[in-house]
């Protein structure tokens, strides 16, 4: 493992945002402002607004207004798509400007960042497509005397709660699926990572979105993101975030109006390796698999389940190749591993580190936190000859943190991969053609990758089985996902009377 350091180019005083209603950005006033503390650097970067309840609402009621006189979903399917193809073309023009605030406050590599806001450019160009193409079906076969028309139509107003790991590729993968369908958004994104939200909502306003469409609460998860989950006139709310905060978003759900739900929650992903893979490959792939995004990341391959004949070689393969990962400043254009986004996420990680340790796995590389004399680090670490009864091998731990165990036949191989709480995503490694659609059927999981992993684009659906969420984003199943179904029953002719 090498460390970088390069000069930086911090900002001499934080920048301050305000939160978005309405169509305008609102300065905070005589609310609270937060100071977010860049995670690779110990610096001041942004402060932000912690709304209030009364935000909330007046965000919500914003949102309502929006949704009820029809100023976005009576736009035709070509008008949605022209706004969405406008705010493509203005994020590309302000790239840089997202990247480096996002790179700031998270801690993410800057070159990472790039490629992800590259990716949501594509997210807002393929939704303008399906915003022209989403439809409904028809039944002309309910004999002379009737016709069926089944129309799909925005739910309304959805609350969208973000986690800190992807601010702006989560948010992308949501929102431009949302406003296609044609449902007003009040966003509620980290505390921690607020900024590209911010900036987002400013760009869609510059692209046309109608006012109120777009609403962005600021704030702590605890009161704003509360409150959202609990309000009466959010009809659909998308939640990413743990599991312990999806568990109380469904049980605010079910308190109030059973608003609809999508949920993203975590994820204890497998990475099944079979000895016909090309193991070379394969230790690339698990390598990109733990270390992308230091690892806090839902679909990270954390598990490696790898046949025991070639595991003593891929392990080789793989401490080789970490020990070339280069951890280092975000900023730095060559860093592939930047900081722990959270001091509390950066505590659970190193908690692992040492559980690992005491529940008897064997530590095959790694040192954990590094000391770059500046911000939170940890290098990446795997532990071999881990069992699934360790909390290593179980818990999501959201960090570098590999373990690695051994199997002899396929249906072990499914079992230990199957053997989860969670069902995010899953990958395949192996050269037949029958090991790997078998392992791809039998492996529960939303997203699965064959000789490959953590690759994706916008036409692909996202989430989870079993304790991995609920309903999917992205592609035309992330548009439907925000629509309800309507069925509409026309006699044809005179009708046949019921009372004589
Ligand atoms: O998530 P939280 P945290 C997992 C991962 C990580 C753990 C904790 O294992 O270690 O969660 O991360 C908002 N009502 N994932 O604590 O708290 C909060 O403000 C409504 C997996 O950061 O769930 C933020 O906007 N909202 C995951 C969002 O929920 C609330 C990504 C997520 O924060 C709330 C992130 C409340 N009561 C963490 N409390 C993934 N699937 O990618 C908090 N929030």
């Known amino acids: 493992m090498t460390s970088s350091s390069t000069p930086n180019t911090l900002p001499k005083a934080p920048r301050e945002f305000g939160f978005w209603l309405n169509g305008q950005s609102v300065d905070a006033g005589t609310r609270d402002l937060n100071t977010r503390i860049s995670p690779g650097h110990d610096v001041a970067v942004t402060r932000i607004p912690r709304c209030t309840a009364e935000d909330v609402d007046a965000a919500v009621a914003s949102a309502k207004a929006a949704f009820d006189d029809r100023r976005w979903s009576g736009l035709s399917g070509a008008d949605r798509a022209a706004v969405l193809l406008k705010t493509a073309e203005l994020?590309?023009?302000?790239?840089?400007?997202?990247?480096y605030w996002e790179v700031v406050e998270s801690g993410k590599p800057i070159s990472q960042v790039r490629g992800e806001v590259g990716g949501c450019i594509g997210?807002?160009?393929?939704?303008?497509?399906?915003?022209?193409?989403?439809?409904?079906?028809?039944?002309?076969?309910?004999?002379?005397?009737?016709?069926?028309?089944?129309?799909?139509?925005?739910?309304?107003?959805?609350?969208?709660?973000?986690?800190?790991?992807?601010?702006?590729?989560i948010l992308c993968e949501r929102v431009p699926y949302i406003l296609a369908s044609g449902c007003t958004i009040v966003a509620k994104p980290s505390?921690?990572?607020s900024?590209?939200?911010?900036?987002?909502?400013?760009?869609?306003?510059?692209?046309?979105?109608?006012?109120?469409?777009?609403?962005?609460?600021?704030?702590?998860?605890?009161?704003?993101?509360?409150?959202?989950?609990?309000?009466?006139?959010?009809?659909?709310?998308?939640?990413?975030?743990?599991?312990?905060?999806?568990?109380?978003?469904?049980?605010?759900?079910?308190?109030?109006?059973?608003k609809k739900l999508g949920l993203e929650l975590g994820g204890k992903n497998p990475q099944v390796v079979f000895a016909d893979a090309d193991l070379d490959d394969a230790a690339d792939g698990v390598v990109f698999g733990i270390c992308f995004n230091t690892g806090q990341c839902c679909v990270s391959g954390s598990r490696l389940i790898v046949e025991r004949s070639v595991a003593d070689k891929l392990t080789a393969l793989i401490k080789e190749k970490m020990a070339k990962v280069r951890v280092g400043d975000p900023l730095d254009e060559a860093t592939q591993v930047g900081a722990i986004t959270t001091d509390a996420q950066k505590q659970t990680i190193l908690s692992y580190i040492e559980k690992g340790q005491a529940e008897g796995a064997d530590l095959v590389c790694g040192q954990g936190a590094l000391d770059l004399g500046m911000g939170s680090y940890i290098g990446p670490v795997v532990f071999g000859n881990v069992s699934a009864d360790m909390s290593i091998f179980r818990d999501e731990i959201f960090g570098p943190v590999l373990t690695i165990s051994t199997f002899d036949t396929l249906e072990e191989a499914i079992a230990l991969a199957n053997d989860t709480d969670y069902g995010l995503a899953a990958s395949v490694w192996s050269k037949n053609i029958d090991t790997a659609l078998q392992a791809t059927r039998q492996i529960k999981a939303g997203r699965f990758w064959v000789n490959t992993t953590l690759s994706g684009g916008p036409e692909l659906p996202l989430g989870g089985f079993k304790q991995s969420g609920w309903g999917r984003e992205a592609g035309i199943y992330g548009v439907e996902e925000y629509t309800q179904i309507k069925s509409v029953h026309v006699e044809i002719g005179k009708r046949n009377h019921w009372v004589e």
């Open 123 to 169: 997210m807002f160009e393929y939704a303008s497509g399906l915003a022209r193409s989403l439809h409904g079906d028809s039944f002309n076969n309910l004999g002379d005397g009737m016709f069926g028309i089944v129309t799909r139509e925005p739910v309304g107003v959805v609350g969208l709660i973000t986690p800190w790991n992807f601010p702006f590729l």
């Open 195 to 258: 900024s590209s939200t911010l900036i987002l909502a400013e760009i869609l306003s510059e692209a046309g979105l109608p006012d109120g469409v777009m609403n962005v609460v600021t704030g702590p998860g605890s009161t704003v993101g509360q409150a959202l989950t609990e309000h009466q006139h959010v009809d659909m709310l998308s939640f990413t975030g743990s599991t312990n905060v999806g568990r109380s978003v469904v049980n605010a759900a079910g308190k109030t109006n059973f």
């Open 91 to 99: 994020i590309r023009a302000r790239m840089e400007e997202i990247v």
């Open 191 to 193: 505390e921690f990572t």
